[in-house]
């Protein structure tokens, strides 16, 4: 019967009963690059530099519209510093489709407002805007540093970082002690920590010698001055986020896991990143994209909504004569994103048999959304078809990921802005505990399939 067994029901396998010695030595090779890459690429801007600089290590470069194009050339576009588009030109047209894999590169954070520098009670602080789906509470009472972009008056451009070098301070968010929080420990999670009250504490020191009001205002910007040449009016044309100031680290006593600020989705870019850099010679053009905006919907010139890949992609088509319309219709992409590991702590949220797990591969999902998959890319039977062939034929593990229970909540990706593009895609991406939170957790086996999975993409289809 044990045949029979084996034959006719399918059966999950976990990760670290199939991969032999070498693999599993290759898989811990793979983390600890991406850890690397992710200690470096807290914000989208850094994500792309980074990857920029590890991409011209293995041969790309910037491209030239107006330059010869040729089969194997390894080519990139940064969108305005804060989305990256990837490309290792086929031996094929672009009529004949392209393979692409799509992630994301920003993650919930912090962002400062537009005039966010006050004093109050003599404590400095910056007000803040949060960007994406974060739960509130989770982002009081920890180490935070900032990272962004001021664009000055004279058209120069000066780049903030602070907290990232262990020498450096960190910025920090109060929260009540309990003893005086009976009142806000009664309010529902999603209420005990209004939007208005994330606000960065920056100093406590007064300026000296000095009648005026907001001393330790002005003593704060006068440290920004000296450091960075800014005033106060700068902020207005700055854009300064606030991200978790932990170090990425291995988790567990078997360190098995990474823990780390913005695996969703800079994990599954960095698979995209290893795989294309490795891609030689291919068949159809390998495309890897790294999208900002995700996190709010994917729109704005950086979004994956945006035109900048129409753009990118039309001008490669261009220089072989091809119609990006055609290249669409007959291109595959594997929409890279992140998805939810199923929690033995709290199992309410999840339909074990559809939840994907740690260690058990890459999670692909037919469809996400919520409430009846509404907002969903929802692939074919074909299209998941030819991932199953695809996996099963380059050793790619990877089992079957449903975000939630029915009616438990959802969420989208970039995959449904790639299918109204007219492109066959479906989602794929590594499971992840304590998705959104300031520290993310997801497992080393699955971060290197996910990594396989893209180069079976790129090479294989
Ligand atoms: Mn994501
Ligand atoms: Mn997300």
Not at 7 to 16: C, D, N, S, V
Not at 54 to 78: H, M, Q, T, V
Not at 192 to 197: C, L, N, S, V
Not at 406 to 433: F, K, Q, S
Request: charged residues 25%; hydrophobic residues 40%; proline residues 4%.
């Amino acid at each position: 019967m044990a045949e029979i067994r084996d034959e006719l029901l399918y059966r999950q396998k976990h990760i670290h009963d199939v991969l032999d010695g070498e693999e599993l030595r290759l898989s811990q090779e793979y983390c600890a690059r991406y850890m690397d890459y992710l200690q470096k690429a807290k914000t989208e801007r850094l994500a792309v530099s980074e990857a920029v600089r590890l991409a011209e290590g293995y041969g790309f470069r910037k491209f030239d519209r107006n330059a010869p194009l040729r089969a194997g050339d390894k080519i990139y576009r940064s969108v305005r510093g804060k989305m990256l588009l990837l490309a290792v030109i086929g031996r094929g047209s672009m009529e004949e489709g392209a393979n692409i894999c799509a992630a994301h590169i920003d993650s919930p954070r912090l962002d400062l407002k537009q005039i966010p520098l006050y004093e109050q009670n003599e404590l400095a602080y910056f007000k803040t805007h949060y960007y994406g789906g974060i739960r509130k509470y989770q982002w009081v009472t920890i180490p935070l540093e900032l990272h962004g972009v001021v664009a000055m008056k004279d058209g120069s451009t000066v780049t903030v970082n602070i907290g990232a070098d262990p020498e450096d301070p960190v910025l920090y968010v109060t929260d009540l002690l309990p003893h005086l929080a009976a009142k806000q420990s009664e309010q529902p999670l999603a209420k005990a920590i209004p939007g208005e009250k994330l606000n960065i504490l920056l100093g406590s020191l007064p300026v000296r010698d000095d009648k005026g009001a907001d001393r330790v205002k002005l003593n704060v910007m006068k440290i920004l001055n000296e450091k960075y040449g800014l005033t106060e009016e700068d902020f207005l044309s700055a854009e300064i986020e606030a991200v978790p100031a932990f170090p990425v680290r291995e988790v567990g006593l078997d360190r098995s896991l990474i823990g780390g600020y913005g695996h969703d989705d800079r994990v599954c870019a960095f698979a995209e990143l290893q795989a294309i850099y490795e891609t030689e010679n291919p068949e159809r053009t390998a495309v890897c994209i790294l999208a900002d905006k995700e996190e709010i919907g994917s729109v704005g010139v950086t979004g994956m909504i945006s035109e900048a890949f129409e753009c990118f992609m039309g001008d490669i088509c261009a220089k072989q004569g091809a119609q990006l319309r055609h290249c669409f219709e007959s291109s595959f992409c594997v929409s890279a994103d992140v998805t939810n590991a199923f929690d033995p702590t709290w199992p309410e949220v999840s339909e074990v048999r559809n939840s994907s797990k740690l260690n058990y591969g890459v999670g692909i999902a037919k469809f996400t959304g919520r409430g009846g998959k509404s907002g969903s890319n929802d692939a074919s039977a074909e299209v998941m078809g030819k991932i199953r062939r695809l996996f099963a034929e380059n050793g790619v593990v990877w089992q079957y990921a449903e975000l939630g229970k029915v009616d438990e909540g959802g969420g989208g990706t970039v995959a449904c802005y790639m299918g109204n593009r007219n492109i066959d895609t479906v989602d794929a991406g590594v499971p992840v505990l304590s998705m959104h939170s300031p520290y993310e957790v997801v497992a080393k086996h699955d971060c290197y399939m996910t990594y396989k999975a893209m180069k079976a993409v790129y090479t294989n289809i």
